[in-house]
């Protein structure tokens, strides 16, 4: 290149830079780059660590250490000098040897900040390199790490340090923690697992192949990064995948995907719906929005009812709904379908059977059910589970926290010594909420009774050792069903123990499927389940006492004064006039999660991670219960982002 044409580049490159400072300033951004030494005056830092020689993304320089001659550049770092100035010539001069045999071989110094880049020495090189679309520049890095302050940037951003660390990967950066985690996962990598050289590479080049689909097709509208994009993407695809698609078929995939990613790009990417969907009133609103007529539906069971109440359960559902919909409704089932690949087997043959509505009735089905999802983009899909933030299928699971007030009440009544014993199931949302519930019910009607809390998930034998420390009111899990059977043998529910050691029952807490489904299938024949999908978000249906999907089913053991006390419960519950968490609460460390003068909202009932100040125990952690619970946990755990991830298929 002669110095004609290296001048011409100048010329267009300014002309660019031009452009970008007017339409950053008309959007009311600031036009030139940033200053680091800005950014941190009043932020107290860390430690500084030399990284060293390393090839960085040129993406990710956004601006220069200290703030003189900034303004020579935009924030894209193109040049905002005429082309008589002294800059113009040193540009011109660098243009020329980038193009020639030599090229520009020094690297640049920069700092590095939360993964993003602040050079020191080199600014007019990272200039013309920008301006010939250079995908990564040479640079010695002196990283400067942010002080802890419990934020999830800063959790993510040492999330980040481990991950640069074995990998040497600037290219992905992450803002949530727990993303570094699934990708790991996604690529078959153990967290500190060192990568070779190949493995970066390959990682490196197949991530930028994406963004290129990505962005092509306008990514860049969402508010999300490429690299979170990703994520959603292996969790339908697998990663060697990206190696084979040609760039047509990857965008046909990613368009596949899009409205789940444009729900994960929400600021609240689950809507939690809880009240039964009603269809709009008038003859006008049945016409527009009816559903069909009838139904094929399916339903795909992880176990079978001979092995598991909760599939019985659910398969009594179906047997209702067949029978008060009858005419209207088919059903087919699924049964031991406990591998991804055999459910998406069974969702295959049901489809093929003519299913337009498919069930999947355990959250360990939730992956199987979003790639089927993908697939088959005319069925409506259902898992049984909650916070699955894609708007592709909706989830489904009950309040059960309200009959758990209920119970409590009765627990609390019933203590003659104060103590209740409670066995929890697994520590997944939703669960906190039922053991507050109960504990907020026990203080109802005992000020002075204090839960203690064990979990099923962990080895021991808690009725036994409840029995021996003197506890004489015990809350053991929810029975599946209505059924009678559940409840006389004390195996479920809240029960009583009599000085000869007798259980004897007092009421129990119990999912109504039946009616959940019943609800489910009329909404769609109504019109109502397409109201709100302008939302884009992630539909979760979070169903309680007033919709008749959760129930209490009590004792004619009870003393009429507390059965009465029930109905009363019940009753308030179902017209929404009673709330167990509108009052003072303070949790076990003191701190006021209520004043009572307040409604807590569907979703931090749901998120609930904290207990009530009269429960004595804690939420376990994940390597604190069993391996066979494990799976739930993962899925639905209410601290599931601090779960190491999964190792799937190798990279």
């Known amino acids: 290149m002669n110095r004609t044409e290296a001048l011409d580049e100048y010329a267009r490159a300014l002309r660019g830079g031009q452009r970008e400072y007017k339409e950053r300033v008309s959007a009311g951004q600031n036009p030139y780059p940033k200053v680091l030494d800005e950014l941190l005056a009043d932020i107290p830092t860390g430690s500084t660590q030399n990284v060293g020689l390393v090839e960085i993304p040129m993406e990710r320089i956004v601006g220069t250490r200290t703030g003189g001659r900034i303004w020579a550049f935009t924030a894209g770092f193109q040049p905002l ?15 020329m040897a980038h193009l020639s045999d030599e090229g520009i071989r020094e690297p640049i110094v920069c700092y590095e900040y939360y993964g993003e880049f602040y050079i020191q020495e080199g600014n007019k090189r990272v200039s013309v390199l920008k301006h010939f679309g250079a995908a990564r520049i040479s640079a010695n890095v002196i990283r400067i790490i942010p002080e802890e302050d419990g934020t999830p940037r800063r959790k993510a951003y040492g ?11 600037y290219t992905i950066q992450y803002r949530r923690p727990g993303d570094y985690q699934r990708l790991l996962s996604a690529l078959g990598k153990e967290p500190g697992e060192v990568w070779t050289d190949r493995e970066r590479l390959t990682v490196n080049a197949y991530f930028q192949y994406f963004r290129e689909a990505f962005d092509a097709l306008n990514g860049k509208m969402l508010d999300m990064d490429p690299e979170e994009a990703l994520l959603m993407w292996l969790r339908v695809y697998p990663f060697r995948d990206l190696g084979k698609l040609s760039t047509e078929e990857l965008k ?24 039964t969907p009603k269809a ?15 139904l094929n539906v399916a339903f795909i069971h992880q176990m079978d009812c001979e092995r598991s109440g909760w599939v019985r359960s659910h398969d009594e559902g179906r047997l209702y ?10 059903t087919q089932s699924f049964f031991d379908k406990d591998t991804p690949e055999e459910a998406e087997a069974a969702i295959d043959e049901a489809v093929a059977n003519g299913a337009q509505v498919v069930f999947t009735t355990s959250p360990q089905l939730g992956r199987a059910t979003l790639r089927a999802a993908i697939k088959w983009p005319k069925v409506r899909f259902l898992n049984c589970s909650v916070e699955i933030p894609y708007s592709s299928i909706r989830t489904y699971y009950s309040r059960m926290y309200e009959a758990k007030f209920i119970t409590g009440a009765i627990a609390g009544a019933m203590a003659n010594n104060d103590k ?33 809390l064990r979990w099923s998930c962990q080895s021991g034998t808690p009725v036994v050792d409840f029995i021996r420390e003197g506890i004489r009111v015990i809350s053991n899990r929810e029975v599946p069903s209505q059924q009678k059977i559940y409840m006389d043998f004390c195996n479920y529910g809240t029960y009583q123990v009599g000085e000869d050691g007798a ?3 007092l009421g129990s807490p119990c999912w109504l499927w039946g009616k959940f489904y019943e609800n489910v299938i009329r909404s769609i024949q109504s019109g109502a389940w397409d109201l709100g999908r302008n939302e884009r978000r992630a539909v979760n249906y979070w169903w309680g006492m007033d919709s008749g999907v959760v129930d209490v089913r009590l004792s004619e053991k009870l003393p009429e004064g507390v059965r009465v006390l029930a109905e009363l419960l019940r009753k308030g519950l179902r017209a929404g006039t009673v709330d167990p968490f509108h009052r003072q609460i303070i949790d076990q460390s003191g701190t006021l999660r209520n004043d009572g003068g307040r409604t807590l909202t569907p979703d931090e009932i749901l998120r ?29 755990g209410v601290y599931k982002d601090e779960i190491p991830a999964e190792k799937e298929a190798p990279l």
């Open 280 to 294: 709009r009133s008038g003859i006008l609103g049945r016409i527009i929005t009816a559903g069909p007529d009838k």
């Open 503 to 505: 259980l004897s029952p």
């Open 420 to 452: 209740i014993g409670y066995i929890a199931a697994y520590p997944i949302y939703g669960e906190p909420a039922s053991i507050n519930a109960f504990a907020l019910g026990a203080q109802m009607t005992n000020p002075r009774a204090t839960i203690d």
């Open 81 to 95: 000098l005429d082309t008589d100035s002294e800059f113009a010539v040193k540009w011109v001069n660098l243009c």
């Open 608 to 636: 609930m991670d904290w207990l009530c100040h009269n429960v004595e125990g804690c939420i376990p952690r994940f390597d604190e219960i069993m391996p066979m619970s494990r799976a739930m946990v993962r899925e639905l």
């Open 252 to 275: 046909k995939t990613l368009s596949a995907i899009w409205e789940d990613l444009t729900s994960l790009s929400q600021d609240t990417p689950v809507k939690v719906e809880t009240a």
């Open 159 to 169: 999330e980040f340090l481990e991950f640069y660390k074995a990998s040497g990967l």
């Open 321 to 330: 709904l067949e029978e008060v919909m009858a005419g209207a409704v088919t």
